[in-house]
């Protein structure tokens, strides 16, 4: 079975504190994706890496940054976190299917609570 | 950005009874997912349906799709309790990413 896991399932932060969200998977998945997920909105992407080092932006990047050193490890850096960011963090992965079937593999999520 | 929307935005329906939920999308696509989630968790795939394909089963889930209409559903037949849960519909532009409705949560009521 494909795991995802996130190094916490709670957070709770201070205004202005750096903030970091990792998350593991161990099926040398090539696509990994980090997600917020708040009420009535849906899922939206925040960024996602395709291959070790490589990074794109997705639908909301602002405020925060990636990392991806390893081929199964995906970091997301809240430079300064902000009440705006409270929010539920969801990790994926995806294989590379090259057929467009890209399923997407969830972590469990952490939820962020900035004060 | 969010492409797909599902309709309704919450169920209650009760157990052994079927339950159906729609998703529509704005632009042309690859394939359409659907998605679980239960509360507090992550998402879990249930299907996936492209889009030359127009129904598919996979146990008690039946999804048909309508790309002239831009349009999918997600019938859950015989419900049961565990089938409580938020569902999504995401669209696969065939660019790695998938575009995410607002999902639909269902309750199944004893």
């Known amino acids: 079975d494909v795991k995802v896991t996130q190094s916490s399932r709670y957070l709770v932060k201070r205004t202005g504190e750096k903030v970091f969200l990792e998350c593991v998977q161990d099926?040398?998945?090539?696509?990994m994706f980090w997600y917020r997920q708040d009420p009535g909105l849906g899922l939206r992407l925040i960024y996602f890496s395709y291959d070790v080092k490589m990074k794109e932006k997705g639908d909301i990047p602002e405020g925060y940054s990636v990392s991806r050193e390893k081929k199964e490890r995906f970091s997301l850096i809240l430079e300064s976190a902000s009440t705006n960011q409270t929010s539920m963090y969801l990790c994926?992965?995806?294989?590379?299917?090259?057929?467009?079937?890209?399923?997407?593999?969830f972590g469990p999520g952490t939820r962020l609570t900035v004060l | 950005s969010q492409q797909g929307e599902e309709d309704p935005q919450a169920l209650s329906i009760q157990e052994g009874e079927n339950a159906t939920m729609n998703c529509s999308y704005k632009?042309?696509?690859?394939?359409l997912q659907w998605y679980r989630q239960n509360s507090g968790r992550g998402l879990v795939h249930l299907i996936l349906?492209?889009?030359?394909?127009r129904e598919k089963h996979s146990g008690r889930l039946r999804v048909t799709l309508d790309t002239s209409k831009k349009s999918s559903s997600l019938l859950i037949t015989a419900s049961r309790a565990a089938d409580t849960a938020s569902y999504f519909c995401?669209?696969?532009?065939?660019?790695?990413?998938?575009?995410f409705g607002a999902g639909t949560t269902v309750t199944v009521r004893a």
């Open positions: 349906i492209r889009s030359n394909e």
């Open positions: 632009t042309s696509i690859n394939n």
């Open positions: 099926m040398d998945h090539e696509n």
């Open positions: 994926a992965s995806s294989p590379l299917a090259g057929d467009g079937t890209d399923t997407q593999y």
């Open positions: 995401a669209t696969d532009n065939n660019d790695y990413k998938l575009s």
